[in-house]
């Protein structure tokens, strides 16, 4: 099969036989600028399925994302997610005791805290006979610790779950090069002084040359800013449109902040400094400033530019998940139901981020919905032309039978309903942490709408892509 990406760069936008069939058609954001439509009144049937139990949100929280070296920075990830968790506590009453198992999600692992979860619960005041692990799946880290949870519950393991996910990108780990560790471990097992000499001679200044992390793929070592630009090109996505799409999503964030309805935030006193209650990377511009800057990572024919990409972002989230009985029986009145979920794998170089689009109709088949059912749609924002491709491959016949084995392809989610809040462009995505707030930010907007049914999907590194139908508690 050939490879979706495999034409250069700069022949794609206007000769490739991509551009001509994912031909560029503008996106208009400004109708997508609107108040959110009226209260639905339709109902539809109930996902409920015979013989399993019921999975709830209680609700969820997080702290306000911050961009990464501001307020957050002298913390630890564990902070985080201590925040988060006493916020929960705080949000719901929930009694500590009746907690079964707490879960999080994380990617860039601080050595010191590698089971973060744990440590996060002790310093919450969970009770040490209460179990908790890390889960790691690059940016559906949280969504795996609630799928995790889901699991537990369904098959009568827990009645009562904590999920969440954090992220610290203002202090990530920074080795040292493999030649100096090997050094310094070889000097900690030597016996004489002898042999710390010989070690010692066999030293070079190279080795004092760090490794610094990067956002790129282990298996074909690229960053997924220049993935993410190839899979524009490829789709013929213009910059034009992934900075309209930008703008999009920042100004449907700030009216979200403005209007209140980022009610998942709980304000966080930082130790030394202020209290933060909101979100600082929202941040709506102009298309004409957009468009002043540079590529960040194909240059200079590149699209993707810092104003249209994700940034790095410090954060954590939590949430309640309980069997519906037992929430009932505490008198809680929940949010929503987790019900049907789905996990996908790709070829990493050249659909690393088209999770979504395979993701989505095994979701929607598994749950006998179609995408007309679905009232709200959340997904996870990496990369303004990576939500455009999609886009575009979802939209396409030839795609769906091409590369994904399907007869007709998969349908366009109507803009207004989709990230109607804004996303993770501009609310922010500490990798551990987005996919609690993406299931949280769908189960509100469909109380907030009238809505029934909520699709969450999102990308990930790796090639892979996860998808959830949300449904929405009856009030």
């Not at 998940?321 to 979920?341: C, H, Q, S, T, V």
């Not at 990308?459 to 996860?466: F, L, N, V, W, Y």
Request: charged share 20%.
């Amino acid at each position: 099969m050939t490879t979706i990406l495999a034409y250069p760069f700069k022949n794609l936008p206007t000769t490739s036989k991509w551009a001509l069939r994912f031909a560029i058609r503008p996106l208009s954001c400004s109708s997508q600028l609107r108040a959110a439509p009226a209260v639905q009144t339709k109902t539809k049937k109930t996902l409920a399925k015979p013989n399993i139990r019921n999975v709830v949100v209680v609700d969820g929280v997080r702290t306000p994302f911050l961009l990464s070296g501001t307020s957050y920075k002298d913390l630890m990830p564990h902070d985080l997610a201590r925040a988060a968790l006493t916020g929960l506590l705080h949000r719901t009453s929930v009694p500590k005791e009746v907690v079964d198992y707490i879960i999080f999600g994380t990617v860039i692992q601080e050595v010191k805290t590698s089971n973060v979860a744990r440590e996060a619960a002790l310093g919450a005041g969970f009770s040490d006979k209460t179990p908790a692990h890390t889960v790691t799946m690059a940016c559906i880290s949280a969504n795996q610790a609630m799928t995790t949870g889901v699991g537990l519950i369904a098959s009568g393991q827990c009645d009562v779950i904590v999920a969440g996910g954090v992220e610290l990108m203002s202090d990530v780990p920074i080795r040292h090069s493999r030649k100096m560790r090997k050094l310094m471990l070889d000097l900690n097992k030597a016996k004489s002084m002898g042999q710390r000499l010989s070690l010692i001679s066999k030293f070079r200044l190279n080795f004092l040359a760090p490794e610094l992390p990067a956002v790129a793929e282990f298996s074909t070592s690229e960053t997924m800013g220049h993935s993410a630009d190839r899979l524009a090109a490829a789709f013929a996505v213009s910059r034009l449109e992934q900075d309209e799409y930008a703008l999009r999503s920042h100004s449907l964030a700030k009216k979200a902040q403005d209007e209140g309805l980022l009610s998942d935030i709980v304000p966080f006193r930082v130790p030394g400094k202020d209290t933060v209650t909101k979100d600082n990377g929202i941040r709506p511009s102009s298309l004409e400033q957009m468009a002043k800057l540079k590529p960040a990572f194909i240059k200079p024919y590149g699209t993707v530019t810092a104003a249209n990409s994700s940034f790095l972002t410090d954060g954590a989230s939590a949430m309640l998940i309980m069997a519906e009985e037992k929430a009932l029986a505490m008198g809680y009145k929940p949010k929503a139901y987790l019900r049907d979920f789905m996990y996908v794998s790709q070829d990493p170089k050249d659909q690393l981020l088209l999770g979504p689009t395979y993701a989505t109709p095994k979701v929607l088949e598994k749950a006998g919905l179609t995408m007309n059912d679905i009232d709200a749609f959340e997904f996870h924002e990496a990369f303004s032309g990576q939500i455009l491709a999609n886009f575009k491959a979802m939209d396409s016949d030839w795609f769906a039978e091409n590369y994904m084995g399907r007869k007709t392809k998969v349908g366009l989610p109507p803009l207004e309903k989709f990230n109607n809040w804004g996303g993770s462009l501009s609310l922010g995505h500490p990798f551990g942490a987005t996919g609690c707030r993406l299931v949280m930010a769908a189960a509100n907007r469909l109380r907030k709408e009238g809505g029934q049914y909520g699709l969450v999907a999102a990308c990930a590194a790796g090639g892979q892509g996860h998808a959830m139908i949300v449904e929405a508690y009856p009030k």
